[in-house]
């Protein structure tokens, strides 16, 4: 896998600087850690997704009566 932060994202912003910390004087404590944490966060905006998706789909089906 590729160490580059993604080349999608905006320079400078807070997940960018995230993708690009130096990983490599971290414990394995220290990233499984980071991995649980990012894990948490993947979950909570796959969740936010999901009420979005909801929120719109029941938007639609009222202003479609």
Do not use: W
Not at 4 to 33: F, I, K, N
Not at 52 to 65: G, P, V
């Amino acid at each position: 896998m590729d160490d580059e932060p993604a080349s999608h994202l905006p320079r400078g912003g807070p997940l960018a600087a995230v993708l690009a910390e130096d990983l490599g004087p971290l414990s394995v404590d220290e990233l499984e850690a980071r991995i649980t944490a990012l894990e948490g966060e993947i979950a909570r905006v796959r969740a936010q997704i999901t009420r979005r998706i909801n929120h719109r789909a029941s938007a639609d089906a009222l202003f479609r009566k």
